[in-house]
């Protein structure tokens, strides 16, 4: 049998200095500029992010000049980058950093940066500062499902994580930030979806799919069941600051949850306006949900079985169903 005779990560790294891009953010240590790449390069392809980041860097060279700006102008500098969430939560996370006067160290604090999940977290503490977390996105989930020949479905946690230590078992010390970016490198360029280089790949030695002729069927992806779409219309019954809801029974997914009674359920009742309409999923569910004010027919007490008066004020104690928020935000009429 043949043993490679470097580790897995050590010919990454030998493979990735030879061929590695240059790209802008390759060249600086500094963690504002590494963060506000990774945050571009989210949902949005290398080539169209060099000019925006050279830009961006050239107006808000640091935490603290992004910070002062204007959120008109930050807005128009990430003009065509789309997802503007991504340049709110930028300056909120600028804020931030200049408050504390330094760019968090440890990956749990880059974590609490609004706007940074474990991707980004790990990407920025082992590029900027050589921390030893692997990133785990597409195309490492890929690489690493092949090269462990792993033909567990990536939708799920398990498999992320056990993908995630095997990518984790690869940063030789020290290294963990070029190694990260050579197997993401591996994935964007040889490692492709459908019908990868193997031929130039330097993990071929490595690479139990390829040697069992597998590697195009995988990595494993389950079909989620069809998506079902559900209408559905929630009543805002509130008198004097008090809303009619319903606590969900126990056993379900939702029990203890307070919600608003469905239309269906109170066939009494006359709705008296639209208030909104909002979207909200739920597993395979698509729910379109329309939400009317509606008034309880005369005498008004005591409220239907199974509902009960509660105080809005009460509201932000209580345990309230995501789409029960969203229909309360439509806020209160006899505030
Ligand atoms: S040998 Fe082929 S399947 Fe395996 S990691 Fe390399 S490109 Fe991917």
């Known amino acids: 049998m043949h043993v490679p005779s470097q580790t897995l990560g050590e010919v990454l790294l030998d493979w990735f200095r030879r061929v590695a891009r240059r790209l802008p953010w390759r060249e600086t240590k500094d963690p504002y500029a590494i963060w506000i790449s990774e945050i571009m390069l989210q949902q949005t392809r290398v080539e169209a992010v060099i000019p925006y980041f050279e830009r961006f860097l050239e107006r808000f060279p640091s935490a603290a000049v992004l910070a002062a700006a204007p959120e008109e102008e930050v807005l128009t500098m ?156 929630l009543l805002l019954i509130e008198e004097e600051g008090r809303i009619l809801m319903r606590q969900s029974a126990s056993g379900g997914r939702m029990a203890g949850f307070w919600e608003l009674p469905e239309a269906d359920a109170m066939p009494g009742v006359t ?29 008004a007490e005591p409220p239907p079985a199974g509902y009960c008066w509660i105080e809005r004020s009460r509201l932000p104690n209580l345990p309230i169903s995501t789409m029960a928020k969203k229909a309360l935000q439509t806020g209160s009429r006899d505030r």
């Open 78 to 233: 990430w003009g065509g980058l789309g997802y503007y969430s991504r340049a709110r939560n930028l300056q909120q996370a600028a804020r931030m950093v200049a408050e504390r006067g330094r760019f968090p160290e440890t990956y749990e604090e880059i974590l609490a940066l609004p706007g940074v999940g474990e991707y980004t977290a790990a990407a920025v503490a082992s590029i900027a500062f050589g921390l030893p977390y692997a990133v785990l996105d597409g195309n490492v989930m890929r690489v690493m499902s092949r090269v462990t020949c792993d033909f567990s479905d990536i939708g799920s946690l398990a498999t992320r994580n056990r993908l995630r230590d095997a990518a984790q078992r690869c940063l030789p010390p020290g290294e963990a930030g070029d190694t990260n970016q050579a197997l993401m490198e591996l994935g964007a360029t040889l490692c492709l979806p459908r019908d990868p280089h193997c031929l130039l790949c330097p993990l071929a030695a490595h690479c139990r799919a390829r040697a069992e002729g597998v590697q195009n069927e995988l990595p494993t992806k389950l079909r989620r069941p069809a998506t079902v779409a559900v209408e559905t219309a």
């Open 271 to 299: 709705a008296t306006e639209e208030a909104h309409r909002f979207r909200h999923s739920i597993m395979n569910r698509a729910y379109r949900c329309t939400v009317y004010r509606a008034k309880l027919p005369e005498p």
